[in-house]
């Protein structure tokens, strides 16, 4: 009984609570009603949080990372100030505090504990799970192409609302196993074909053309040569995801600009933002409003080609509608307090630095053209990406 308790201690640590958080990210969809709604990652954060917490070992720690990091912190303060001012003078302001807690709060807070928690030498470990989640997801995503679960237009999807959430969930972890995983067929190349061909099936363009080029300024800026090795196998992989590409109704859509095809949907969607802005430039509309907004200027513009549209297609738009202008600033701010503090720093030289780089540069490009922040999984991996370094 004693050694199964050793072993027990050994395995139930605030460390592999932190993996087993990061591995289960996908968990956000089961959700359930206790007082409050909420759903199972969102549980598994608050217990860690609160054992966190209770540990006066660790309040140490967070003063000391107070002290280093008090502008970070400072920031997030602001926006999320603006964020709950914006939510309490717009309408759906329940709905709205429940997306700042899951969107802002509990990300920040778990990310932030988790580098106060690990040593510096175990912060890679965080990504090799992320690696590890994205090639599960991966494995079931081959037998949904094999057993031809996809959506009505022959997209992989998964367990996920759309297949471009999938794509966004996926592309952290191939950076993370590109680089941090040694080499080795099965741990390494095998699961990271598997997830690339999971990717190729979301027929997600901009998610592809996004990962792409960051990928690209990655290996042949990566410091290691064996990095640069790679490099025209990886291309021959991007011109192997364009050829097949090219057979999709999708992609003629694209090319021959045709009138239904993402790009004009795009556009409808963020003139209907833009005019929302307009209205309500400085505090925004608030978390949870811009469905009704965006479905009010109907009136305004051709019959919509998408009428479930939830987030504007826009990570900085999404902050500025959100939140307000003063959000949107300040999120810019601290970006640029992050790259600064990346260059003066020297982060290029560590491998984590270069796929904190990789990943928090994905989401900004991709971040153009798509909401790659407001979701529970990916704002943790935001967070876990900027706060790795610090």
């Known amino acids: 009984m004693n050694k199964f308790r050793e072993k027990f201690n050994q395995i139930a640590t605030l460390e592999n609570l932190c993996y087993l958080i990061v591995f289960c990210l996908p968990f956000y969809l089961i959700r359930f009603k206790f007082i409050f709604p ?11 949080l609160l054992v966190s917490f209770l540990d006066k070992n660790n309040w140490g720690k967070i003063r000391i990372f107070y002290s ?32 700042i807690k899951s969107w802002l709060v509990l990300p920040f807070l778990f990310s932030v504990m988790t580098f106060i928690i690990l040593k510096k030498e175990k912060r890679k470990n965080v990504f090799i799970t992320l690696y590890c989640s994205a090639s599960a ?10 057993s031809g679960k996809l959506t009505f237009d022959g997209r992989l999807q ?22 941090l995983i040694k080499k080795g067929f099965w741990r390494k190349y095998f699961p990271l074909s598997f997830i690339m061909v999971a990717l190729f099936f979301t027929f997600s363009y901009l998610a592809w ?43 003629n859509d694209l090319l021959y600009l045709n009138e239904r095809s993402s790009v004009f949907s795009r556009l409808t969607i963020w003139k209907s933002a833009g005019k929302t802005l307009k209205e309500n430039y400085f505090l925004g509309i608030g ?31 999404s902050f500025w509608l959100g939140g307000g202008f003063i959000a949107l600033i300040t999120f810019l701010i ?33 971040g153009i053209a798509d909401t790659t922040y407001f979701k529970n999984d990916l704002a943790v991996i935001f967070w876990l990406s900027f706060f790795s370094l610090l």
């Open 68 to 99: 280093k990091n008090k502008k970070y912190l400072v920031g997030f303060l602001i926006i999320l100030i603006s964020f709950l001012i914006s939510a309490f003078i717009n309408e759906n302001t329940l709905k709205g505090l429940g997306i």
């Open 209 to 251: 053309l996004s990962f792409f080029l960051v990928a690209t300024g990655m290996i042949v800026g990566g410091l290691k040569k064996s990095f640069k090795a790679i490099l025209v196998a990886f291309l021959l992989v991007g011109a192997t995801f364009l050829i097949f590409a090219f057979k999709t109704e999708k992609m």
């Open 287 to 317: 978390p949870n409003n811009f469905q009704d907004k965006y479905l009010a200027n109907q009136k305004y513009y051709p019959p919509y080609l998408e009428w479930a549209v939830p987030h504007p297609h826009s990570i900085y738009l």
């Open 334 to 366: 601290m970006l640029f307090w992050w790259f600064k503090d990346f260059i003066l720093q020297n982060k290029k030289e560590t491998i984590l630095g270069i796929v904190s780089l990789g990943i928090i540069v994905y989401f900004l490009l991709h």
């Open 158 to 179: 998964l367990i996920f609302n759309s297949p471009n959430y999938l794509a966004m969930y996926l592309i952290p972890g191939i950076i993370s196993g590109l680089f």
């Open 137 to 146: 997801l991966a494995f079931l995503g081959i037998i949904f192409v094999i």
């Open 38 to 48: 909420t759903n199972l990652l969102e549980v598994l954060i608050i217990i860690f």
